[in-house]
C-alpha cells in the first residue's frame, strides 16, 4: 500500500458530493483505468457519499495481494443498519467492506505503478480545480447518452444476431433433415445388408455341413474298396500263394503301397469331417502318459529315416486327465510330421507342467518353414511349398489342431528355415469348465431321488442351465407334481423305497401332456443295464455325474 494517499476530501455539503464524483473519476482516469471502470468508481462513491454527510475519503493504491485503488470512506457516522448505497457500490467496485465507521472500496488496476507514477498523478489531481454541480451533472448525462448508446448499439448488434441465428437454424434444420432422411436410407441399405449376410452366412453354413456330409460319406464309400486291394495284394504276395514273377512282384508292392497311402489320405478326411460335425466326443480319463510315449517311441521309431534318431523323453508324472485316445493322435500326427521333413539329426518329444498345464513340445532340425508359410500351416488342405515338398491332403496339422481345442489345449509352431520348427501343444491338467454361453437352457426341471444328497448334486449341477429345480422324494410326489408344473426335463432314480421309477415312467407314458417330456435316469448300478428301457431319453451313472455330464445329456436331448 502506498505510505502517502493520492487525494483526500471531507464530505461538509451536498456540493461535495458532485466534487467526491469528479475527484474519483480523475483518479481512475490518472491511474490508467479505461473509461467504463472510471464510471464504475465515480458511480459508486456518488452512491455512497450522498449518504455519508462529514465523511473523509481517501485514495490510495496497493500492490497487495495486486494492483488496485483502495478508497477509504471513514468517520461516515450513520445509524444503525447499512446505508443502501452500499449494495449499489458493491455491484460497481470489486470490493465493498463496512467495518464500525468505515467503508473500504477497491478496484482492480490494469498494472503496477511506479513511485514517479504515482507522484505525477499526486501532482495532477493536486492542480485540478473542483467543477461546479451543473458541470458535474453535464459530464454526468453525457456519460448516461453515452452509456444508453452504447446499451443500443448492443441491442441493433444482438437484434442482428438473434437474426443471423434464426438464419442459421432454418439452415441447421434443413441440414438435420436432409441427414435424417439419408441416415435413414443408409439404416435400410444396413438392414437389408443384415438380412443379404444371414442369408449368405445359412448358405455358407448349409455348404459347409454338406461339405463334411460329403467327406464323411466319400471316406466311408472309399475305405472299403482301398482296404480290399490291400487285402488282396497281401494274400497275392503271401508266399504260401501261387508264385510270381519279379516284375509281378514289384508291381504288387507299388500296388499295395499306393493304396496304404490313399487309405491314408482317406482316414484324414473321415477324421476332418468327425472334427468338422462335432461327432468326436470325448472321453474324460485319467491319462498314462509313460504308455502314450512308450508307445510312439516304438511304432515310429521305424519310420526315422537314416541319420535320424527319435528321441522320446520320459514323460513328467503329471495327474493328467484327458482323452489318452485323442491325445495320442495329436502326438502322433506331430512325430510323423516331423520325421518326415527331418533328413538328418534329431526329432525329440519331451513334457513338462507349469502351472495347471501340461505342456509337450516336438521339435526337429528339418528343414524348417518359411516365414511367409507359417501362418498358413493350420489351414485346411494346405501344403509347404518347396523343393522339399512331400505328399498329403494337408490336413494333419488341421486336425491336430482341432483335436487340441476338443480337450481345452491349444497346439502352438516356432519354425526357423533351415534350422527346424518346434510345435508346442498346451493341455489343462483337469478338463476345461464348459463354456457358460454355451450352455443348453430348460425352463423347469424335476429331480427325483430319495437321497437328499444326490439332489443337491444334481441341482448344483444344473446351475445356470434350468431357470427352475423342482424336487421329489417318491413316485407318488413327483407325479403330482410333474402334473402340476409341466416339468421340461426330469432326472429319474429308479430304485426308490416306497415305488419303483419304471411306476413313474408308466404312469407318464399314458399321459398326453408328460409323454413328450424327456427322463433321464440317474441310477448308482451299470447304465448298460437301462439302454433299451421304454421312455428313457438318457442314462447317468451316479457315480460319473457332474455338470459337464448334465450338459451334455441335456445337449442331446433338449430341442
Known sequence: MSVEPLLSLTLRDEQAVFVLRQRGREVAAALGMEHQDQVRVATALSEIGRQVPGATVTFSTTDTPRPQLMIVVSEVGWGSGTPDGVAAAARLMDEVRVEDERITLTRRLPGRNTPEQLAAARQELAASAPTTALDELSVQNQQLVAALEDVQAHRDELLQ????????????????????????????????????????????????????????????????????????????????????????????????????????????????????????????????????????????????????????????????????????????????????????????????????????????????????????????FHQVRGAHQTGGTGLGLPYARRLAGLLGGVLTMVSEPGEGSTFTLSLPLRPPPPDEADLPRVGRALLVDD??????????????????????????????????????????????????????????????????????????????????????AAVLAKEQLSRRAVAEVLTRIVR
Open 161 to 380: 444476431l438473434n437474426a443471423e441465428l434464426e438464419e442459421t437454424n432454418k439452415g441447421v434444420m434443413a441440414l438435420y433433415g436432409q441427414l435424417s432422411e439419408e441416415l435413414e436410407q443408409t439404416n435400410q441399405g444396413v438392414v437389408a445388408l443384415y438380412a443379404e449376410l444371414d442369408e449368405r452366412s445359412a448358405q455358407l453354413r448349409e455348404a459347409n455341413e454338406a461339405k463334411s456330409r460329403f467327406l464323411a460319406n466319400v471316406s466311408h464309400e472309399l475305405r472299403a474298396p482301398v482296404t480290399a486291394i490291400i487285402g488282396l495284394t497281401r494274400l497275392l504276395l503271401d508266399p504260401r500263394s501261387d508264385p510270381l514273377t519279379g516284375e509281378q512282384n514289384h508291381q504288387l508292392q507299388l500296388v499295395r503301397s499306393s493304396a496304404a497311402d490313399l487309405l491314408d489320405r482317406v482316414n484324414d478326411l473321415l477324421d476332418l469331417a468327425k472334427a468338422e460335425s462335432n461327432r468326436i466326443e470325448v472321453n474324460w480319463e485319467r491319462a498314462d502318459l509313460a504308455a502314450v510315449f512308450g508307445q510312439l517311441r516304438g511304432t515310429l521309431r521305424p519310420l526315422a529315416k537314416p541319420g535320424v534318431e527319435l528321441v522320446v523323453e520320459e514323460p513328467p508324472a503329471a495327474g493328467l486327465v484327458t482323452d489318452e485316445l485323442l491325445l495320442t493322435q495329436i502326438l502322433r500326427n506331430l512325430l510323423t510330421n516331423a520325421l518326415k521333413f527331418t533328413g538328418r539329426g534329431t526329432v525329440t518329444m519331451g513334457g513338462w507342467v507349469a502351472g495347471d498345464r501340461l505342456n509337450i513340445a516336438v521339435a526337429d532340425t528339418g528343414i524348417g518353414i518359411p516365414a511367409a508359410e507359417q501362418p498358413r500351416v493350420f489351414e485346411e
Open 451 to 536: 437321497d437328499p444328497a444326490a439332489r443337491r448334486l444334481l441341482r448344483q449341477a444344473l446351475t445356470g442351465m434350468a431357470d427352475e429345480v423342482a424336487e421329489a422324494a417318491d413316485v407318488r410326489s413327483a407325479l403330482a407334481i410333474a402334473a402340476r408344473e409341466r416339468p421340461d426335463v426330469v432326472f429319474l432314480d429308479l430304485r426308490m423305497p416306497g415305488g419303483d421309477g419304471t411306476g413313474f415312467l408308466a404312469a407318464t407314458a399314458g399321459d398326453p401332456d408328460l409323454s413328450a417330456v424327456p427322463v433321464v435316469v440317474v441310477t448308482a448300478a451299470d447304465p448298460a443295464d437301462f439302454t433299451g428301457l421304454d421312455r428313457a
